[in-house]
């Protein structure tokens, strides 16, 4: 993985995939796939919230979601679980609510893993791959979410058939959201509300956090129920 500061923002890159883009200034939005993930945390309507992120790139998520999550005046504790230790040293002079960092292997911490949270996003690859422990363990990172909460899961939209059916197994509720000229398709699951509920929730979600010519690019549509 490499680090590389630009004029406007900072890239982190693995050979010549692009793994995320960090802003530079007070706005970390980007019009790309991590705005959308970082508006998850609303859907749950609660106004304090534990969010496990497995992966977080450069932290772009993790802005985009304080920048939402305070502008909405609610509070979050965020866990973010990721190996490499560069990124974590780039991400964190931004943090503004209060964050653990597990410098640790989505995979090697997901199981045994004892709490549980509002909401898991899980955003990790090698280049445009899922690693090897989402096949292994998904149904455990599912698992560490409480039983009204939300998991997310960030993947290329050909890979939705490896692993819908597993979601629609642990979840009552399931949408997906497309970006147009995006490779992207974002999984966003509950047992809180059904899956037109939850269709609704997560568009006003989106529309609150994204610039509108950002947000006219998105599709939100139910994979069950």
């Known amino acids: 993985m490499k680090v590389t500061p630009k004029r406007f923002s900072t890239w982190l890159s693995h050979g010549n995939a692009v793994q995320s883009i960090l802003p530079k200034g007070p706005d970390p939005r980007t019009n790309m796939v991590w705005d ?10 609660r106004n304090k919230m534990s969010i496990l992120m497995l992966g977080a790139g450069l932290g772009t998520t993790l802005h985009v979601s304080e920048r939402a999550l305070a502008l909405a005046k ?71 979410v409480i039983p009204k909460g939300l998991f997310v899961m960030n993947m290329m939209s050909r890979q939705l058939p490896n692993y819908q059916n597993r979601i629609e197994k642990m979840f009552e509720a399931c949408v997906e959201v497309t ?24 568009l006003s979600a989106i529309r609150y956090v994204a610039k509108p010519e950002f947000f006219s690019t998105i599709d939100v549509k139910g994979l069950i129920r």
């Open 36 to 45: 959308v993930l970082g508006a998850t945390p609303l859907i749950t309507g």
């Open 179 to 202: 970006l147009r000229g995006y490779p992207n398709s974002i999984v966003i699951a509950t047992n809180d509300i059904n899956t037109f509920g939850l269709r609704h929730v997560a």
């Open 74 to 144: 609610r509070e979050a504790q965020y866990t973010v679980v990721e190996s490499d230790v560069e990124v974590v040293i780039a991400m964190t002079d931004r943090a503004h609510f209060e964050v653990d960092y597990f410098i640790q292997d989505a995979g090697d911490f997901v199981p045994g893993h004892s709490e549980r949270y509002d909401v898991v996003i899980e955003d990790t690859f090698v280049k445009f791959e899922k690693p090897g422990w989402v096949d292994e363990k998904l149904e455990l990172a599912m698992a560490l």
